[in-house]
C-alpha cells in the first residue's frame, strides 16, 4: 500500500470520527472543538489533491476565524446541553425526513450516474503552484473586478461604522486628563462634626424586633 | 492589463480616488465646517463630468479593457455624465434637508458616491459579473442611506425592507446569471450574445430560466409591478435625501442594467423576454397610476408615480432596437429631471419640525412662494405629460416606439393611464393654488437650492421645447458603426 492511500485513510478516519462527534458529545465546547478537528482532516485531505490553496484558506479562514467566532458564541450563550437532550424526540420526526429526503437524493445520483472508481489524476509538476495559478488570473482578467469587490467591502464597513457608531447623549465617558487633574480637595470633602455619640433609637428599634 | 485600460477608466479611477479622500479629509472637517466636503464633493462631480465629456467616446465605437469586464461606448459615457450631474443636483438639494435636520455628515457624500462609482461600474459592465459587483455596490451603499437617519422608526423600518427584498433580489439576479454562464459557458455578455446568436438549437430551457430569473431580477431593481413592494415604504420611510437620491441617480442605472443585460447580452432571446417585459410595462402602468389616486401621502404618490414611469421606460425596451432603447433612454433621462425637481420641492416646503409628508402640506404654495410653486405646477404638468413640457416628449417617443413594435393595445393602454394619472398630479396643482394656506409666511430657502431648483423647472420647459437635441444625444448612443 503506498504511503499515499496510508495517508488518506488516516486523515479520513479522523475526519469521519471527528465528524460524529460533534453530533454526539454533549458539551458545546467538545462539539465546535471536534468540528475544528474535523475542517483540519479535510484540509489535509485537500492537501493530498495538491489543492494547497483552497486547504491553507480552509485552516485560515474556518479553523482561524469562522470557528473561534462559534467558540466565542457558544461560550457566551449558556447552552445546556442535557436540555437540548432531553427535547430530542419532538425534532426527531423532522430530522427523519430529513434524513430520508438526502438518502434518496444520493440514491438517485448514484442510480443515475454510477459509482465508477476514477483514476487518481496525474500529479501536477513539482513548481506549479495553485497560489500562482489563482493570483495570476485574479491580477490580469479579473483585476478590474476584484478591485470592485475590495470596493465593496470597504462600503460596507463604511456603511457598519456610519449606522452604528454614534455618542449617545447619556452614554458616560471617560476623560483621562480630567481623570489626571482632579486635586485632593474635588474628591475628599471633609466635614467636621461632634464625636462619636451612642445613638439610643438604633438602639432600641433592634430591641423592638428581636 | 495595460496602460490604455487605466486610461479607458480614467472616471472611474478618479472619482474612487477623490471619494477616499473626501472619506479622509471629512474626518479633519470640523463639524461646523461641513460646507467644505459638500465642496469638495461637488468639485469631485463637476471634474468628473469634464472629464467624461473631454474623453467622450465618438458615436459608434466602442472600446474594451481589463479582458472585456470593462467597456467605454457612447451609451455609457452619456449615461454617466448625466449621473454627476444629476448626483450634484442631489447634493445641492439634499444639504438644505440634512443642515435642517441635523444630519449633515460627511458619510452621506462619501456614500453617495460610492453608490455613484458602483452605478458607473454598472452602466461601463462588460461582463455579467462586473455588473453584478456594481449593482450590489450601489444597493449597499443605498441601504445605508435609508437607514442614515438612526433616531427615526420608519427610516430603519425601510431600511430592513429594504435590504432584505434587495438582497432576495440579488440572489434571484445572480442565480439567474449563473444559468446564463452554464448555458453559454462564459461571463462576458458581448459573447454571450455571439453564442446566442451562433446557436441553432434556439433556447434551451437552462436559457429560458436564466432569463426569467435575470428579468425578475431587474423588474426588482427597477421597482415595476409585481416586485414594486418595496417601493413606497422605501420612499415613504426614508430621510427625504434618500428619498430624492433614490428616485433619481439609480434609476439611470437601472436603464443601464437593462440595455446592458437584455440588449448586449441577451438580445438573441428577444422573442423570449419580449412578452415578459410587455406584461411588466402593462401591470406597473396600471397599478402605478391606479395606487396614486388613492395617496394622501406626497413621498408614497410620487413613489407609486415612480413605478408607473418605470414601466413606461419599458415599453421603449420592448421593441428591441435601437430607436426603441433610445426613447428608453430619452424618457429615463426625462424622468430623473422631473423626478429631482418635485422631491427638491418637497424638501423645500419640510421644515425641521414638520418634514413635509402630506400633500395638505402644500396648501395654499402659490400664495407663499409664487415662483417655487409655478416651478412645481411646471414639473407635475411635466410627470403627467402635458404638451409642451419635456415629459410629453419623452411619452411621445417611447408610444411611438411601442406602436412601432406592433404593440398598439399597450400604447393604447399606455395612454389611457397617463390621463388617469394626470389626476393625481393636477391635485397637486389645485392644492398649490386653490386651497388656502395655514400661514402666508414665505418658506425661506438658500440661493443655491433657490437658482437650481428655477434651472431645474425652467429646463423642463426648455428641454420640451427643444428636445430635438437631448433626443439626437440619445439617438447616437445606439449608433452602429
Known amino acids: 500500500m503506498p504511503i499515499i492511500e496510508i495517508v488518506f485513510y488516516l486523515f479520513g478516519a479522523v475526519l469521519i470520527a471527528s465528524a460524529l462527534s460533534v453530533v454526539t458529545v454533549g458539551n458545546p465546547v467538545y462539539a465546535v472543538l471536534f468540528l475544528v478537528l474535523s475542517f483540519f482532516s479535510a484540509a489535509c485531505i485537500w492537501l493530498l489533491l495538491q489543492a494547497e490553496f483552497l486547504a491553507i484558506v480552509l485552516v485560515l479562514v474556518y479553523v482561524g476565524a469562522v470557528m473561534v467566532l462559534f467558540l466565542f458564541v457558544v461560550m457566551m450563550l449558556d447552552v445546556d446541553g442535557e436540555q437540548r437532550r432531553l427535547q430530542i424526540g419532538r425534532y426527531l420526526p423532522v430530522g427523519f425526513l430529513v434524513a430520508v429526503a438526502m438518502a434518496a437524493q444520493l440514491f438517485v445520483l448514484i442510480w443515475t450516474q454510477g459509482l465508477e472508481l476514477q483514476a487518481m489524476p496525474e500529479p501536477y509538476p513539482e513548481s506549479f503552484s495553485h497560489t500562482r495559478a489563482l493570483g495570476e488570473l485574479l491580477y490580469t482578467d479579473y483585476l478590474y473586478a476584484f478591485e470592485v469587490a475590495a470596493i465593496l467591502l470597504l462600503v460596507a464597513i463604511i456603511a457598519a461604522i456610519a449606522l452604528t457608531h454614534r455618542r449617545r447623549p447619556k452614554t458616560r465617558y471617560q476623560d483621562p486628563s480630567d481623570q489626571v487633574k482632579i486635586t485632593k480637595g474635588e474628591r475628599v470633602r471633609l466635614v467636621s462634626m461632634a464625636s462619636e455619640r451612642e445613638t439610643s433609637e438604633a438602639r432600641g428599634g433592634n430591641g423592638d424586633k428581636s | ?481
Open chain 2, 1 to 481: 492589463m495595460t496602460l490604455i485600460d487605466l486610461q479607458l477608466a480614467l472616471p472611474e479611477i478618479f472619482v474612487l480616488s477623490m471619494t477616499c479622500i473626501l472619506l479622509l479629509a471629512d474626518l479633519f472637517i470640523p463639524a461646523h465646517r461641513r460646507g467644505l466636503t459638500h465642496l469638495l464633493a461637488m468639485l469631485t462631480l463637476i471634474f468628473s463630468a469634464i472629464l467624461t465629456v473631454r474623453l467622450m467616446m465618438p458615436a459608434g465605437q466602442e472600446a474594451l479593457a481589463f479582458s472585456g469586464t470593462f467597456i467605454r461606448d457612447r451609451f455609457g459615457d452619456i449615461l454617466k455624465i448625466f449621473s454627476y450631474l444629476t448626483l450634484a443636483a442631489v447634493f445641492v438639494y439634499a444639504k438644505h434637508y440634512l443642515r435642517q435636520f441635523d444630519l449633515l455628515k460627511g458619510e452621506f457624500y462619501s456614500l453617495s458616491l460610492f453608490a455613484l462609482l458602483g452605478i458607473m461600474v454598472m452602466i461601463s459592465a462588460g461582463s455579467m459579473l462586473t455588473l453584478y459587483l456594481g449593482l450590489e455596490l450601489l444597493a449597499l451603499a443605498t441601504y445605508a442611506l435609508v437607514a442614515f437617519n438612526r433616531e427615526s422608526l420608519p427610516g430603519s423600518e425601510a431600511a430592513m425592507k429594504y435590504f432584505i427584498l434587495g438582497s432576495l433580489a440579488s440572489g434571484l439576479l445572480l442565480y439567474g446569471m449563473s444559468l446564463l454562464y452554464g448555458a453559454t459557458g462564459t461571463l462576458a455578455l458581448a459573447e454571450i450574445g455571439q453564442s446566442l446568436e451562433l446557436s441553432t438549437t434556439g433556447s434551451g430551457l437552462m436559457l429560458t430560466f436564466g432569463l426569467v430569473f435575470v428579468v425578475v431580477g431587474i423588474a426588482f431593481k427597477l421597482g415595476v409591478v409585481p416586485m414594486h413592494m418595496w417601493v413606497p415604504d422605501v420612499y415613504h420611510g426614508a430621510p427625504l435625501a434618500a428619498t430624492l437620491f433614490i428616485a433619481t441617480v439609480p434609476k439611470i442605472a437601472g436603464l443601464a442594467l437593462v440595455i446592458r443585460m437584455l440588449d448586449d447580452g441577451l438580445s438573441g432571446l428577444h422573442g423570449d423576454w419580449q412578452m415578459m417585459v410587455a406584461v411588466l410595462a402593462a401591470l406597473s402602468l396600471l397599478l402605478g397610476n391606479l395606487a396614486a389616486i388613492a395617496q394622501t401621502n406626497i413621498k408614497r404618490m410620487l413613489a407609486y408615480s415612480t413605478i408607473s414611469h418605470m414601466g413606461f421606460m419599458l415599453l421603449g425596451i420592448l421593441a428591441g432596437t435601437p430607436d426603441g432603447y433610445a426613447s428608453a433612454m430619452f424618457y429615463t433621462l426625462a424622468y430623473v429631471i422631473m423626478s429631482a425637481g418635485a422631491f427638491a420641492v418637497v424638501i423645500m416646503v419640510s421644515t425641521p419640525d414638520h418634514e413635509a409628508q402630506e400633500i395638505d402640506d402644500f396648501k395654499g404654495l402659490a400664495r407663499r412662494n409664487p415662483w417655487q410653486a409655478f416651478l412645481m405646477l411646471m414639473l407635475m404638468f411635466s410627470l403627467a405629460g402635458i404638451p409642451v413640457f419635456l415629459g410629453f416628449f419623452a411619452k411621445w417617443q417611447v408610444i411611438a416606439a411601442t406602436i412601432n413594435a406592433g404593440f398598439t393595445n399597450l400604447a393604447i393602454l399606455a395612454v389611457m393611464t397617463a390621463v388617469v394619472g394626470a389626476f393625481y398630479y393636477l391635485r397637486v396643482v389645485k392644492v398649490m393654488y386653490f386651497d388656502e394656506p395655514e400661514t402666508e409666511q414665505a418658506i425661506a430657502v438658500p440661493y443655491d437650492f433657490k437658482a437650481l431648483l428655477s434651472a431645474n423647472g425652467l429646463a423642463v420647459l426648455a428641454l420640451g421645447l427643444f428636445s430635438g437635441g437631448l433626443i439626437e444625444l440619445c439617438i447616437s448612443a445606439f449608433l452602429t458603426g
